[in-house]
């Protein structure tokens, strides 16, 4: 078992370097053969797009990368260690990446099999405590891993990470990063990350009190067509206001009542939660075009709509649901 951890932070002993180690250490510490490159330290120019490898399949920039793409075609298991650089991964990992370009002519181009499945981790920090901050990042190495047959098994993201070093401090991130290493190295199964979704907004609400205005952008106008026919309609929206605090919270005292119990979120109506999704069943009082006029729609001026359905009683109504007491106590208010 061979294991590259390759490192992209121009930073020595930096938060991603460090995690990469401790991978490295874990990958090691099940007998794999592992090694780390420094992308700082080594010469890796960009990409020049000279088209030379068109034909061959091979990179004809001589500098580092002439010694790393053997290495690169015999590992097992990829750690890539980046941070987050203007929302992406930094200059140095992208010319390496991108120095990759002539491995996808011999996949894509010259059609050359690889049937060689490696293994793959992404790690990467960053300032930023938003989940979305690690999001171009990933599409990036997603389609590296992809380029190179390596799985994107697994990934290491820890936002809140300013000053070199901090993530020692972090109570888990280091031992996380060593298990990983360790099961990636071993070929112990990983929890696979999902891929990342991106939602289009469809429209804003514009609140106008007791009614609002949906307002959704004109390409979208005939999707509305028939619904008219309904007296009511549920809007899902997103509370694009809420904090990353209000993200990573799991327990809420609903409505912020100290005398209701301490709920998960995924058991009440609190905004606070990791995908801010609202839901608003409304009374649809007219429709122009592509704007829609509601009542009882609870979300602020120009908060973003994500979808709108028609209410159906037999589908959206329950007669014998039940709930907690709290929520009774709740309305009461
Ligand atoms: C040039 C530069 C750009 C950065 N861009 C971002 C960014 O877009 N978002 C963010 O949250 N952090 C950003 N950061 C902060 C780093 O991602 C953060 O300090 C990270 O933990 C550094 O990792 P390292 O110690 O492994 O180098 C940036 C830092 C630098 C130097």
New binding site residues.
Partial sequence: MKVIGVSG?P?RG????LLLEQALDGAKSRGAGIEKLVLDELEVNPCRNCDDCLESGVCTTQDDMQAIYPRLDEVDCLFLAS?????TVTAQTKAFIDRCQCLWVRRNVLKVPDKKRRRGLFIS????ERPV?FQSAISVVRAFFSTLNVGYDAELLF?G??E?GQIALHPTALKEAFEVGARLASGEEVAEPMAPMVLRPIGVVRNMGEESEVILQADFAEALDGIEGFSHIKVLYWMHKLSPQGRSTMKVHPRGRMKLPLTGVFATRSPSRPNPVGISTVRLLERRGNILRVQGLDAIDGTPVIDIKPYLPGYDSTPDASVPDWVGRRDAG
């Fill in positions: 932070s930073r930096g938060n991603s370097e941070p987050v650089f203007f929302l920090t960053a300032h930023s901050v936002g990470m300013e070199k």
